[in-house]
Structures are given as C-alpha cells and as structure tokens.
C-alpha cells in the first residue's frame, strides 16, 4: 500500500506532485518521452499548482484529458477544458501535445472515436486522479463498468455526483448540472503504469474508506484501485478520518 497522509491540503499536493514528477521523468529517462493522464476538480488544484514547479521537460510529455461533460462548452466556468487550459496546459506552454475532450461537438460518437484511437496505441507512464464523493473514478459513477474496453465511452452521472459539482460551485443549480460526460472508462486508467491518486476534505472521507478497506466492487469503483501494482493514495487528515487508525 502506497498510502500517505498529510496535514492540509498544500502539502498533500506538493507530495502527489513530486512522486509523479518523478515518474514522469523515470519514463523520459528510460525511453526519451512520457505519456500521462491528467484529472480536473477541487482535489488537483493544489496538486496542479505544484506540479507546474516540478523539473520536468515538458516538451517530452503528451497528456490526455480524462473527462468531460458533454454540451458544455469551452468558456463556460465549469467546463474541465478550461480548467486544464488555464490551470496546466496554457501555464506550461510546451507540452508535446494535449489531447483534451470536446464535450460540445455535434457528434459526440466521432469524437469518442477520436480519443480512443489517439490514446490506443498509447502506453500510460503515470496517471494523476481523484475519487468522487459517491467513489468514482474519472466519471465512472456507480455502478460502474469494469468490462469494458472503451478507451472513452458517455456515462450517466448519477445525483449525488451532479449534487457534487453543484456543492463546489461549479454550476448555479441542480438543474444546470449536466446529466451525462465523456468518461475515460475504468480498464483504460487501470491500464496505467503508475497512478497517482489525489483526495483531500472530509467529504470524501466515505468514498476513501470504501475504497480502501472496502471489497473491491463497482458500487465503489475506485475501489478497483486496490488491485493496481503501481497505485500512490496521497489524502489529507480530514479525506482519511474514517480510516482505521492502524491502517497502512
């Protein structure tokens, strides 16, 4: 168990974000370049924030959005385009490339086509994610698909995951919360070689400890996670209250 729990919120990023520079830069050491995975919400800001002061040549790095939702467009606040654009993307300013998701093109099937094909001939050296309130992984809501091999497939996003996005404050009601996204599917993030998993506040307290002590089932998916060989839980002293306290 890869597990480390830091006092606030600033420190649990600065971790998360120096273990996955340094994967990230084992890759490029290894074969000359790196592929990732990169997630949105609450939970990376801090990450995020310290990543960007990480040494890395970032122009050996190729990055992949993890979801979206669909019809929201790029300039609206909650769109995770914008998000990635501002917060990483725009900030860096050379990667080798960034494949982001269009959640608001008029053929949503082409562009999950789009995706999957860019990313299938991929190998995933280090993906950075969180865990929802309700214990998704990347939009996989409960139940979630542990079968499929879609790289991307649309997902149905249950209530307490709209109600989610509506308690951090990224929309102005329930009813403006979108009801389906594009989801990298569960057997695509599993397919990483390393992963680097960021959770903090006590509201995800529930989904931490069903996805660490609990079975492995898709009511809680990102329980699946305890079955990865390569996966770094990075938690905050309220995101880990409910934890047993030997727990390691």
Request: charged share 20%; hydrophobic share 45%.
């Amino acid at each position: 168990m890869n597990l480390s729990i830091s006092q606030n919120k600033v420190q649990l990023g600065a971790l998360a974000a120096n273990r996955g520079a340094s994967l990230i830069n084992e890759a490029i050491k290894e074969k000359g370049y790196a592929t990732i995975i990169v997630a949105t919400g609450a939970s990376q800001f801090e990450m995020l924030e310290a990543l960007l002061k990480e040494n890395i040549d970032w122009t050996k790095v190729e990055a992949f959005h993890l979801d979206e939702y669909i019809g929201v467009p790029l300039v609206h606040p909650a769109s995770f385009r914008k998000y990635l654009k501002e917060r990483f993307v725009d900030r860096i300013g050379n990667l080798k490339a960034f494949h982001y998701i269009a959640g608001d093109v008029e053929d949503v099937d082409a562009e999950i086509e789009r995706l999957s094909s860019l990313i299938a001939s991929k190998h995933i050296d280090v993906a950075f994610v969180g865990v929802g309130e309700n214990g998704h992984l990347a939009f996989n809501d409960p139940p979630a698909d542990f079968a499929t091999e879609k790289p991307y497939s649309i997902v149905n996003l249950d209530d307490a995951c709209r109600k989610q996005q509506l308690g951090e404050g990224w929309f102005p009601s329930f009813d403006d919360v979108p009801k389906q996204a594009i989801s990298m599917g569960v057997r695509q993030i599993m397919k990483s070689a390393h992963i680097i998993n960021t959770i903090g506040d006590t509201r995800k307290a529930a989904a931490v400890q069903g996805a660490l002590t609990g079975p492995v089932t898709n009511m809680c998916p990102a329980s699946i996670l305890q079955t990865h060989p390569s996966c770094y839980w990075f938690l905050d002293v309220d995101s880990a209250a409910l934890l047993p306290k030997d727990f390691a």
